[in-house]
T-cell receptor, first 112, second 116 residues
């Protein structure tokens, strides 16, 4: 079974709007990461948040982590057409030798 | 500096043939991961190494799949007696630190394997 699952599966917004994606996971983790993938290309690391952190910022990205709910959210503010991509959360389960498991992703379309 | 490279980028093979996929990680990176990704899905974990030691191979689908990283740098994923269901994008990633806990991963461009 997958460790992390993103919600929604697909999201379409207008340029300039904010985009929020959620990730839920099942077991205790050390870290949670978010990655972006443009149209079948390689994945690019966006941000890593540790289990003892609650919020982290990087440019227009804001990530929150709620370990009590086993969930995380990725907020992209003032979206641009170039943000159109698939976004994946990835977690390392403490009980699985810390291998990193990716969720199925959220497909974001930003309409100019 | 140079990123993670994978070769070949595309591989078409006939059912029953063996294939070897190569990953050249970023120099000095400790951890190396192999994933398989189907279209529209997230990467599926296959196996990972810290230096030359294979730490976890629980994601390898069956014993036709194997991986090695003999000198703690370049890694090879080998699929024996390929089947059509093995067709997928195979991705490699490396990480600067050991994988306990995890650190950010740098992904290669992938090898698109097609088994006919």
């Amino acid at each position: 079974s997958q460790q992390g699952e993103e919600d929604p599966q697909a999201l379409s917004i207008q340029e300039g709007e904010n985009a929020t994606m959620n990730c839920s996971y099942k077991t205790s983790i050390n870290n949670l990461q978010w990655y972006r993938q443009n149209s079948g290309r390689g994945l690019v690391h966006l941000i890593l948040i540790r289990s003892n952190e609650r919020e982290k910022h990087s440019g227009r990205l804001r990530v929150t982590l709620d370990t009590s709910k086993k969930s995380s959210s990725l907020l992209i503010t003032a979206s641009r057409a170039a943000d159109t991509a698939s976004y994946f959360c990835a977690t390392d389960a403490k009980t699985s030798y810390d291998k990193v498991i990716f969720g199925p992703g959220t497909s974001l379309s930003v309409i100019p | 500096g140079a990123g993670v490279s994978q070769s070949p980028r595309y591989k078409v093979t006939k059912r029953g043939q063996d294939v070897a996929l190569r990953c050249d990680p970023i120099s000095g990176h400790v951890s190396l991961y192999w994933y398989r990704q189907a279209l529209g899905q997230g990467p599926e974990f296959l196996t990972y190494f810290n230096y030359e030691a294979q730490q976890d191979k629980s994601g390898l689908p069956n014993d036709r799949f194997s991986a090695e990283r003999p000198e703690g740098s370049i890694s090879t994923l080998t699929i024996q007696r390929t089947e059509q269901r093995d067709s997928a994008m195979y991705r490699c990633a490396s990480s600067p630190q050991g994988a306990r806990p995890s650190w950010e991963q740098y992904f290669g461009p992938g090898t698109r394997l097609t088994v006919t």
